[in-house]
Structures are given as structure tokens and as C-alpha cells.
């Protein structure tokens, strides 16, 4: 039980840094309002249930300048708020990428090694 | 769902988003939760772990888009005002129990400025007959010092400290000023002074003991 618990919070720690990377990018595809985006989320195997919000996330970004908005009516329902990804947000997100990309090798290398020998 | 975007709008206001910015994350919120329940998604996989705490949820999401206006309060610790507030307090309550304790009518009784007179050298040349003129000079002599004294002290402004007879004497103006008395004046911050410290001081351990209950939980 304290071990999943665990593991969880490894998984939240892990998500909650890499999160709004993940929003950038969702966005990048092209615009979208809060709740599509969960949905292009879940698409690709992140559920956030059980983690934070995206609502918060998505306010730093705007506040940032990382996303641009813009109200637009949606599919058959109220008028939504849309947002897309800014020029300096396109380079943050690549920025991001990389440093991702960095740390996920460095522990990769390390981790790499401990799996291959707790499966012979 | 309606019940916790009304929860989010109480605590925007609690926290004086201005009201346009509340009504569009409100209206925002409520659609997305309307479109998520029509597909039988629950507001989990909307809101997240926020789902269990719509007060810290709309605080957090406030907070990120900085539409939180800042307050005075914020920008200066509580506890240093506090704290600079009990030193005000205590300074009153020492302000008004000198005034209390050196405008007592005993203290102030004008008798003890005037029994500084010193004693009146006696001449050396002067034979004491009963009722001679020698005797009245000297009597004249000493009540014109006695009351060149009491003049001086009593043109001295407020509390002093005099140095008469080989001592020190305390010399304290008139307790009843013209239509202020100052015994009462003392008394009232005094009061005033002791009742504030207490209740600063009251304050103080409350909301400590709050801030660390917060922490906790």
C-alpha cells in the first residue's frame, strides 16, 4: 500500500514538472479550450485524474505570454475561450523540450542499468 | 457542477478578482464541466486533483493568472504589524500610567515645592530681645525667601527634578489643567493601552496557532 502511494507521488512529482510542456505542445496542433485539451490529453495516455488542474497551469501561460486567447463559438455549445501557442511559446516549449529530453537520458542511463539487473 | 463553479465565484470575490475576469473563468469552467458530464466523464478528469477543493482550486487558478490584487497586508508581514502595534500599545499604557502615577493630587500638592526654601542665614550682630526690631527683619528676610522659591518653582514647566537642602525633590505642576484633567487622561490610556496589549497579544497566538493548523493540514 505505502509502496503505490509511493508511486503515485513519484508519478505526480514527475507529471507536475512536465506538465505545461505537455499543454504547449497539445496546443502547438492547434488552438484549443480547457477541457479539449484534457481530452487530447487522455487521447495519447495522460489522465490528470488524480493530479492537478490544468485550469491554473493554463493561467500561468497566459500570464507569461507563452499562449495566445481568443473567444470562438464551439461545436453546437457557449462561446469558449481558445488557446494557441505564442512565438515565444513555441520557443519555450522547445527550450523545454530539450531539458526534458536531457533528464530523461541522464536518468535513463542510470535507471537503464538497474533494470537490466533485476530482470536476468 | 453548478455547486462548485458557485463555490470558485464566492471565493474569486472573497479574494476581489474583479468581476469580469470572474465571470469569464466561471463561465469557462461551467461549460467545460456541462460538455464533460453530457459525455459521462466525471469533473475528476475536468479538474483534476482540484476536484476535491473548489476554494483552493479557484484560489490556485487566480493566483497563476495574477488577477489577485495586491493588499497592504500582503506586502508587509502580519506579524511585524503586530507586533509593531503591541509597542505602540505598550508605550501608551507607560504614557498614561506616568500620567496617572505624577498627577495624583498628593503628588502634586504644591507644599512640597514649597518647603525647599533653605534657611535664612541668621546675622551674627543682632541681639535677640523679645520684641526687637532685629527679630522682625529676620522674620521679613525668611518669608521673602520662602516665597522667592516658590516663585521659581513654580515657573518651571512641567515635571522637574530640583536640587534644593542638600536633596533631590520631584516638583510636578498642577493636576487640573484648564478643562483637561490629566489624572483622567492617564487613566484612559492606561486602560486603553493595557486592553489593546492584551488583545494584540490574544491575536497573536490565534492566528499563529491558525497558520500552523493551515501548515498541518
Known amino acids: ?14 507529471l507536475r514538472g512536465a506538465l505545461d510542456l505537455c499543454l504547449l505542445a497539445v496546443v502547438v496542433e492547434g488552438p484549443a479550450y480547457g477541457y ?26 497566459e500570464r507569461e505570454g507563452l499562449v495566445d486567447t481568443y473567444r470562438a463559438p464551439s461545436n453546437g455549445g457557449p462561446p ?3 488557446y494557441r ?33 533485476v530482470q536476468p | 457542477m453548478n455547486q462548485f463553479v458557485d463555490e470558485c465565484r464566492r471565493e474569486w470575490k472573497r479574494l476581489r478578482v474583479p468581476d469580469a475576469v470572474a465571470d469569464e473563468m466561471a463561465a469557462d469552467l461551467a461549460a467545460d464541466l456541462k460538455e464533460a458530464e453530457s459525455e459521462g466523464a466525471s469533473g475528476e478528469e475536468v479538474l483534476g486533483g482540484g476536484a476535491s477543493d473548489p476554494r ?31 509597542a505602540a500599545l505598550t508605550i501608551t499604557a507607560a504614557i498614561g500610567a506616568a500620567l496617572v502615577i505624577f498627577a495624583s493630587p498628593d503628588a ?22 523679645k520684641d526687637g526690631p ?20 513654580a515657573q518651571l ?23 483637561v484633567e490629566i489624572h483622567t487622561v492617564g487613566s484612559i490610556l492606561l486602560i486603553v493601552g493595557i486592553a489593546g496589549v492584551i488583545l494584540s497579544v490574544l491575536f497573536l497566538f490565534w492566528s499563529s496557532s491558525r497558520r500552523v493548523d493551515t501548515a498541518r493540514s
Open chain 1, 1 to 14: 500500500m505505502q509502496r503505490m502511494a509511493s508511486s503515485e507521488g513519484r508519478r505526480s512529482q514527475l
Open chain 1, 36 to 61: 479539449e485539451m484534457t481530452k487530447r490529453l487522455r487521447a495519447r495516455g495522460l489522465s490528470i485524474v488524480g493530479e492537478g488542474s490544468i485550469y491554473p497551469l493554463l493561467g500561468r501561460l
Open chain 1, 80 to 82: 469558449r475561450k481558445y
Open chain 1, 85 to 117: 501557442a505564442s512565438r515565444k511559446g513555441q520557443r519555450a516549449l522547445a527550450a523545454g523540450v530539450s531539458e526534458w529530453r536531457a533528464a530523461r537520458d541522464a536518468v535513463d542511463a542510470v535507471l537503464g542499468l538497474v533494470e537490466a539487473e
Open chain 2, 56 to 86: 483552493s482550486f479557484a484560489a490556485s487558478w487566480a493566483a497563476e493568472r495574477g488577477v489577485i490584487p495586491p493588499r497592504l497586508t500582503a506586502r508587509l508581514p502580519r506579524r511585524s504589524l503586530m507586533l509593531a502595534a503591541i
Open chain 2, 108 to 129: 502634586s500638592a504644591p507644599t512640597t515645592a514649597i518647603r525647599l526654601s533653605p534657611p535664612a542665614p541668621y546675622p551674627t550682630n543682632v541681639s535677640f530681645d
Open chain 2, 134 to 153: 532685629a527679630r522682625a527683619a529676620l522674620a521679613t528676610r525668611e518669608a521673602e525667601l520662602a516665597h522667592a522659591h516658590a516663585v521659581l518653582l
Open chain 2, 157 to 179: 514647566p512641567g515635571p522637574a527634578l530640583v536640587q534644593a537642602n542638600g536633596g533631590i525633590v520631584l516638583r510636578l505642576p498642577q493636576a487640573h489643567g484648564p478643562g
